[in-house]
């Protein structure tokens, strides 16, 4: 199973606030079998921990440790909030990325995502990229 695949790309995405756009990333982690439900309160809990909001509009949810015995395989989820989520940060997040790493893995995959988005341009690339396979274009090499 892929870690990101265009099943787990939604596109047009819309959240009446985080916790909503929290649950849909966990969803679309459930539906492909990377995590079980019970995945998606730990990524809930996350958030009432630490803000999972990166800043220049990218949100990257993931489970508390306590969720780790519900994660299958290692999987992300991508979902563009064209219109935005508050995310409790100095601006929307446009991009939210659901996380799910099997073992150790969530440091790295945290560190993969920086990476690509530590380009100015990232998030208007997945802002402006016209399919879910553009969207995995830009993330290529860096995850798999």
Partial sequence: MSILSENKVMMNATAKDKYEAIRMAGQLLVDAGHVTEEYIPKMLDREEVVSTYMGEGLAIPHGTKEGRPFIKST???ILRFPDGVDFGGDEPAFVVI???A????HMEILT???MI???DDAIER???AATPADVLAIFEGGLE
Avoid at 102 to 105: E, F, L, S
């Fill in 112 to 114: 993969n995502v920086a």
């Fill in 126 to 128: 997945v802002m402006s």
């Fill in 75 to 77: 999987g992300l989820s």
């Fill in 98 to 100: 659901g996380i799910a």
């Fill in 102 to 105: 099997a073992g150790d893995g």
């Fill in 117 to 119: 988005f530590s380009e």
